[in-house]
């Protein structure tokens, strides 16, 4: 993809073996720190030609939870365009014949 993106991304990491309720309710909240598992999936998603450039992200939202028992550890993306909708020429034409908005040919 190119242009502006917006990049959702949910990380799944492995339970640890002894996990006491409150720590399962708190989440990772300890390493790997989130900044870096963005980082490096980004840098993955352009490799893999998922996208153009990293540089195209714009927005981000992520968020780093324990794996379900019935889960994989991993991530799961969510990658859409920033780029607004065209023009769907709503909003009339002008006397000579093109959208008000857009000034396409109506
Ligand atoms: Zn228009």
């Given at each position: 993809m190119d ?39 980004c840098d993955a998603l352009t490799t893999a030609g998922a996208i153009a450039d990293d540089?195209r ?20 993306f969510?990658i ?27």
């Open positions: 242009g502006p993106l917006s990049l959702t991304v949910n990380f799944w990491l492995p339970r640890p073996a002894s996990l006491t309720k409150k720590r399962i309710a708190d989440g990772p909240c300890r390493k790997p720190d989130i900044d870096k598992l963005i980082r490096s999936s540089a992200i714009v927005r981000i939202v992520a968020s780093k939870r324990y794996v379900l028992p019935t889960g994989h550890v991993g991530a799961d969510a859409e365009s920033m780029r607004p909708a065209p023009c769907p020429h709503a909003s009339g034409a002008t006397e000579a014949g093109n959208c008000a908005r857009c000034g396409a040919k109506a």
